[in-house]
């Protein structure tokens, strides 16, 4: 086999379609798909050494398999994580870095601007296992600093939050965790791995779920968590192995396949999202539009400072009520009504009544979800026809 040993020097687009990549003895071209469940060992001592850690190699593929393998590794080398960890969905991601090192007793603070998800493990199963959590806004750096205390073990936040768009400060907030001896975790999922770089800015731990624009192309689920070797080996690890949350060894396959051409589709729906973003700010029907690249983002300094582009995910109010809102909605023809995101297919969603409808009303109403809210995941189709589709609706 070819040694590459100076993967880390390599520039983000090879780091894409060749970081990780291990090839069977057969020397195929295209990372193989290994779907299998278990492995078998030339005698007994050998199995005793691959489980008493020995030998290096493959166990059981609850725990780790090639095909998963190369996809942590190839998320690593891009993240400049020491270590990734591969599993079944993103919420699975977000749901194991939290609980593979907090305690009842414990205290986490979050951002209270979350995926609903995330919303629901913070505020429903953390109280449930005896862990305080405090949410903030999480645009307010002292509201982060009046929250965090000694108790503090963990921090959460979400940057571009889901669905308004609200950006938060990571290096404040990883600076102030810090003081406090907090660990930070990002879901960086709005931005994928291109857009913002967590670890660079401080964050101890990043989450994924790569079905959004990992995938890209809305077929399979999955999710991954980064960090240190310490924090992978030693608290994620064991936990993923002993409870389950393995990513099938189709989807990383996928995953893998869909990160060869993540920063070309990245570029692509960041060119298109500016054009609609610069459409909609125009139109009288519409009241607003939030948009990180668009200047009248009320954190566009902020947007600058972390991010190297604008994203996919715009968020905008029309004028007039949900019977205006669904109207809209209904007439479109190319855009497709969908609580996804992060696809090749440009999707709509009415947040107030889907991905948000969990949330209690006055919740609702402080992350701006009103029932004129709609969140836009632009896609790779031609910007003028997505514009000419949204010009026909709204008219
Ligand atoms: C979709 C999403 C998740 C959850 O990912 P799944 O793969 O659907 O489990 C978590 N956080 C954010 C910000 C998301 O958009």
Same mark, same amino acid.
């Given at each position: 086999?070819k040694?590459?040993?100076? *993967?880390?020097?390599?520039?983000?687009? $090879? &780091? !894409? #379609?060749?970081g990780?990549?291990?090839?069977?003895?057969?020397? =195929?071209?295209?990372?193989a798909?290994?779907?299998?469940?278990?492995?078998?060992?030339?005698?007994?001592?050998?199995?005793?050494?691959?489980?008493?850690?020995?030998?290096?190699?493959?166990?059981?593929?609850?725990?780790?398999?090639?095909t998963?393998?190369?996809?942590?590794?190839?998320?690593?080398?891009?993240?400049?994580?020491?270590?990734?960890?591969?599993?079944?969905?993103?919420?699975?991601?977000?749901?194991?870095?939290?609980?593979?090192q907090?305690?009842?007793?414990?205290?986490?603070?979050?951002?209270?601007?979350?995926?609903?998800?995330?919303?629901?493990?913070?505020?429903?199963?953390?109280?449930?296992?005896?862990?305080?959590?405090?949410?903030?806004?999480?645009?307010?750096?002292?509201?982060? *600093?009046?929250?965090?205390?000694?108790? $503090? &073990? !963990? #921090?959460?936040?979400?940057?571009p939050?889901?669905?308004?768009? =609200?950006?938060?400060?990571?290096?404040?907030?990883?600076?102030?965790?810090?003081?406090?001896?907090?660990?930070?975790?990002?879901?960086n999922?709005?931005?994928?791995?291109?857009?913002?770089?967590p670890?660079?800015?401080?964050?101890?731990?990043?989450?994924?779920?790569?079905?959004?624009?990992?995938?890209?192309q809305?077929?399979?689920?999955?999710?991954?968590?980064?960090?240190?070797?310490?924090?992978?080996?030693?608290?994620?690890?064991?936990?993923?192995?002993?409870?389950?949350?393995?990513?099938?060894?189709?989807?990383?396959?996928?995953a893998?396949?869909g990160?060869?051409?993540?920063?070309?589709?990245?570029?692509?729906?960041?060119?298109?999202?500016?054009?609609?973003?610069?459409?909609?700010?125009k139109?009288?029907?519409?009241?607003?539009?939030?948009y990180?690249?668009?200047?009248?983002?009320?954190q566009?300094?902020?947007?600058?400072?972390?991010?190297?582009?604008?994203?996919?995910?715009?968020?905008?109010?029309?004028?007039?009520?949900?019977?205006?809102?669904?109207?809209?909605l209904?007439?479109?023809?190319?855009?497709?009504?969908s609580?996804?995101?992060?696809?090749?297919?440009?999707?709509?969603?009415?947040?107030?009544?889907?991905?948000?409808?969990?949330?209690?009303?006055?919740?609702?109403?402080?992350?701006?979800?009103?029932?004129?809210?709609?969140?836009?995941?632009?896609?790779?189709e031609d910007?003028?026809?997505?514009?000419?589709?949204?010009?026909?609706?709204?008219?």
């Amino acid at each position: 086999m070819k040694q590459n040993t100076n *993967k880390s020097k390599w520039k983000q687009a $090879t &780091k !894409l #379609v060749r970081g990780g990549t291990m090839r069977s003895q057969w020397g =195929e071209t295209s990372e193989a798909l290994f779907l299998n469940s278990g492995f078998c060992y030339d005698n007994a001592e050998t199995a005793e050494k691959r489980f008493n850690g020995e030998e290096p190699g493959f166990v059981y593929s609850r725990y780790l398999n090639p095909t998963l393998a190369m996809l942590e590794q190839r998320m690593a080398l891009l993240e400049g994580a020491e270590r990734c960890c591969v599993v079944a969905s993103g919420m699975a991601a977000v749901f194991a870095a939290i609980m593979c090192q907090i305690r009842a007793g414990d205290h986490v603070v979050s951002s209270r601007a979350l995926f609903s998800s995330c919303h629901y493990i913070l505020t429903e199963l953390l109280p449930r296992w005896g862990v305080e959590v405090t949410l903030v806004d999480g645009r307010d750096v002292s509201a982060w *600093k009046k929250a965090l205390s000694k108790k $503090t &073990k !963990l #921090v959460f936040l979400e940057s571009p939050s889901n669905p308004a768009l =609200e950006l938060i400060d990571i290096a404040a907030v990883a600076k102030l965790a810090h003081k406090a001896g907090a660990r930070l975790i990002v879901d960086n999922v709005f931005c994928s791995p291109l857009l913002q770089k967590p670890l660079e800015l401080g964050a101890d731990i990043v989450v994924y779920s790569t079905t959004k624009h990992i995938d890209g192309q809305g077929r399979t689920l999955g999710g991954a968590v980064l960090g240190t070797s310490k924090f992978i080996d030693d608290e994620l690890v064991p936990f993923h192995r002993h409870t389950g949350p393995a990513l099938s060894p189709f989807n990383a396959w996928v995953a893998l396949k869909g990160l060869e051409t993540l920063d070309l589709r990245m570029a692509q729906h960041g060119k298109n999202a500016m054009k609609v973003a610069e459409f909609l700010e125009k139109h009288k029907k519409i009241e607003k539009v939030i948009y990180p690249g668009l200047k009248s983002h009320p954190q566009y300094a902020l947007a600058k400072k972390q991010t190297s582009g604008g994203g996919n995910m715009i968020a905008f109010y029309v004028k007039g009520n949900k019977r205006s809102a669904f109207a809209f909605l209904n007439k479109l023809e190319i855009i497709d009504i969908s609580n996804t995101l992060g696809d090749a297919k440009s999707l709509i969603t009415h947040p107030a009544t889907t991905t948000h409808f969990s949330l209690k009303p006055e919740d609702r109403k402080k992350f701006g979800i009103t029932d004129t809210l709609l969140r836009l995941s632009v896609g790779l189709e031609d910007a003028d026809d997505l514009i000419a589709d949204l010009k026909k609706a709204l008219g």
